[in-house]
């Protein structure tokens, strides 16, 4: 059965269609329907589509224009609201000076205040909105799989879903086994779906970008990254990239390592750079597990840039 979110909006424009048409039915009332049909059609258009590139933001909000909506967000039920309370409330006022009885004086009234009530209302409730409506976000129908973690990414990445949830949890007992990191997430979910209204992570919930990573095949290797906790907030490229490919390798996520770095760009600094991490992990790597859990913890914990 379809969710409130997402009838929201086909049933505010269903509203706002019948508002435009009864609109467009009382200048038909007094304009030639000859030239009512064009006319009516342009200036509506016009009075709607170039709300969007005039300030302040009410214009286009009270208008239906809602602007650049993102993956997972829907506009909130004021949001989609505003638009109907202002034509809405025209086309009743409208509808009430048709009815066929009462005091036509007393019709007259009430369909200004109908139609003023619906006007000011909307302008009220929009003005000090952002170019932004209020959004809710996370409309998006979800596949979840497994346990410890369980991982949840949007219905259309379902198929890859089971042996991405596998090698996540392996990937993250191999760390926790040497070392590497104590986290145990409850729930990895695909942080995608929040539109701009990114909620965040806690210790038991990771909210991760993981959309386009897991078709792409990295999405584990972007939770293996996100498992390594390194105790300074700025860290020096190549003592954070011996931990990344050390536990790439370790977790068999070299191949996503390399993509990664590929993906940023090799010029000779960074590639002069990658060499010394590799060398410096395949010199950790021929230790005993003793000693990379050591060098492991070191490296995390450092806060001094390394040399050659």
Known sequence: ?????????????????????????????????????PIVAV????????????LPYWPRHVSGQFGSIGFGEVPSLVAAGVPVLLAGGVAAGLMILWLPYGWR??????????AVGGVFGAYRTAADWPATPPLTAGNVAMKCAGSAPRMCVPEFNARHLPQVQRDTAKALRVLRDAGATSAQPRLIT???????????????????MLTRQVPRGDAVYQV????????????????????????????????AYQMRREQEGLDPTALQVEKQVRADVTRVLAQPQAEQTEWIRKTLDTCEAKTS
């Open 43 to 54: 200036v509506d258009w016009v009075a709607v589509a170039f709300t969007s590139a005039v």
């Open 224 to 255: 293996v990254v996100q498992s390594l906790h390194f105790r300074c907030k700025q860290v020096d490229v190549r003592t954070a990239h011996s931990a990344w490919l050390w536990a790439a390798m370790r977790t068999g996520q070299e191949k």
């Open 105 to 114: 004086a007393l019709r007259v009234a009430v369909a200004a205040a109908v």
């Open 1 to 37: 059965m379809p969710s409130l979110d997402s009838l929201r909006l086909p049933l505010a424009a269903m509203v706002l269609c019948v508002a435009h048409a009864v609109l467009g039915f009382a200048v038909g009332c007094r304009v030639p329907r000859v030239i009512a049909t």
């Open 190 to 208: 695909d942080g995608y779906v929040d539109g701009r209204l990114q909620k965040p992570s806690t210790d038991t919930v990771w909210r991760m």
